[in-house]
């Protein structure tokens, strides 16, 4: 199976994470995708974005999520 890979270039959107062989950033395709846009309105939109590349970015997010620790404030009252 051609799995679509998530990188991280320096020299690409200053390191950002993006899907390999494009310029399409993880953060741009979370956004669209949040605002409504469809999987077969990004692959228009970006033509050498295809939708394993989408899948890809989704699971990159989860991924990072899921690695986070989430420390609770809590509520100062005045």
Do not use: C, N, S, W
């Not at 990188?7 to 993006?18: C, E, F, N, R, S």
């Not at 310029?23 to 949040?34: D, F, M, N, S």
């Not at 228009?44 to 404030?73: M, N, S, W």
């Amino acid at each position: 199976m051609d799995e679509q890979k998530i990188v991280a270039d320096p020299t690409i959107l200053m390191g950002k994470p993006v899907v390999a062989g494009t310029r399409v950033a993880v953060e741009l395709i979370l956004e669209k995708l949040a605002a409504g846009e469809t999987i077969e309105q990004l692959v228009q939109a970006h033509p050498r974005l295809t939708e394993k590349g989408v899948r890809a970015a989704l699971r990159f997010a989860a991924d990072a999520l899921r690695g986070e620790i989430v420390y609770p404030i809590p509520e100062v009252r005045g």
